[in-house]
T-cell receptor, first 112, second 113 residues
Framework: GEDVEQSLFLSVREGDSSVINCTYTDSSSTYLYWYKQEPGAGLQLLTYIFSNMDMKQDQRLTVLLNKKDKHLSLRIADTQTGDSAIYFCAESITGGYNKLIFGAGTRLAVHP | AAGVIQSPRHLIKEKRETATLKCYPIPRHDTVYWYQQGPGQDPQFLISFYEKMQSDKGSIPDRFSAQQFSDYHSELNMSSLELGDSALYFC????????????FGPGTRLTVT
């Protein structure tokens, strides 16, 4: 079945690295995504990874995918206060027209 | 770059009223998706359209209907509104029916009183 799970809250100190984790259950997932949502705002696509990749790096963001354990992580290097937001992990599966299945979201709080 | 446009941004309705939400996709995008995000919840897929045809359907109540028009904009019609319909409604668009990048609009915040 389709299910995406995330831890709900993460607190880090400014300048440290943040690691947000996600697990998914659908083995036919083709793409896995990270979206950012700031308070009262829309969903911003941060990055995505195709399921045949292990890692993708984009500036301060590193995505790691462990297909065997169906585990996805987002690492944010040098976390800043502007990174405070809710981060949603999402998957799209083969078939259909790529509706996204979202996790519950991880609220990242960055403190000085 | 042009983004997905949603209107209105905020809407207040009373129970049992109807509401129409509009979505204008990114130019050249032919696929539109609707999601509902309740307070403190993750976005839930409602329905999608590709080339003006319904392509997938999620947890959309029977009181809701949607369509995509010839210019690819889409409208979500909601009738007999209930308090539980209060949520943020997102539209997303993508290029071709199997695109793997969905770009979201800013959302319409619907409040039912």
């Amino acid at each position: 079945g389709e299910d995406v799970e995330q831890s709900l809250f993460l607190s880090v100190r400014e300048g440290d690295s943040s690691v947000i984790n996600c697990t998914y259950t659908d083995s036919s997932s083709t793409y896995l995504y990270w979206y950012k949502q700031e308070p009262g705002a829309g969903l911003q696509l941060l990055t995505y990874i195709f399921s045949n990749m292990d890692m993708k790096q984009d500036q301060r963001l590193t995505v790691l995918l462990n297909k065997k354990d169906k585990h996805l992580s987002l690492r944010i290097a040098d976390t800043q206060t502007g990174d405070s937001a809710i981060y949603f992990c999402a998957e799209s599966i083969t078939g259909g027209y790529n509706k996204l299945i979202f996790g519950a979201g991880t609220r990242l709080a960055v403190h000085p | 770059a042009a983004g997905v446009i949603q209107s209105p941004r905020h809407l207040i309705k009373e129970k049992r009223e109807t509401a129409t939400l509009k979505c204008y996709p990114i130019p050249r995008h032919d696929t539109v998706y609707w999601y509902q995000q309740g307070p403190g919840q993750d976005p839930q897929f409602l329905i999608s359209f590709y080339e003006k045809m319904q392509s997938d359907k999620g947890s959309i109540p029977d009181r809701f209907s949607a369509q995509q028009f010839s210019d690819y904009h889409s409208e979500l019609n909601m009738s007999s509104l209930e308090l539980g319909d209060s949520a943020l409604y997102f539209c997303a668009s993508s290029l071709d029916g199997r695109s793997y990048e969905q770009y979201f609009g800013p959302g319409t915040r619907l409040t039912v009183t």
